[in-house]
């Protein structure tokens, strides 16, 4: 892949052009920290702009404990 090997935020896979997937959740957030595609520096992103930027699909992706 040309990857480094650990975690690889999808800011850092924009120009490989692979699918990106953002939870529902991040939504109700007016800003989310992630990966800023560079080991060890992160972006403070509203959530809509990053599922923008990196063309990401918004969808209901993880589960939640029952109460």
Same mark, same amino acid.
């Given at each position: 892949?040309?990857?480094?090997?650990?975690?690889i935020?999808?800011? %850092?896979?924009? %120009?490989?052009?692979?699918? !990106?997937? @953002?939870?529902? $959740?991040? @939504? %109700?957030? $007016? =800003?989310?920290?992630?990966? %800023?595609?560079?080991?060890?520096? /992160? =972006?403070?992103?509203?959530?809509?702009?990053? *599922?923008?930027?990196?063309?990401?699909?918004? /969808? *209901? =992706?993880?589960?939640?404990? !029952? !109460?």
């Amino acid at each position: 892949t040309g990857l480094r090997v650990g975690g690889i935020g999808a800011l %850092a896979l924009v %120009a490989k052009r692979w699918p !990106s997937y @953002l939870d529902e $959740s991040a @939504l %109700a957030h $007016s =800003i989310i920290y992630v990966n %800023a595609g560079q080991r060890g520096v /992160m =972006i403070g992103i509203a959530p809509n702009d990053l *599922a923008r930027v990196v063309g990401a699909t918004v /969808m *209901a =992706i993880a589960t939640h404990p !029952s !109460s």
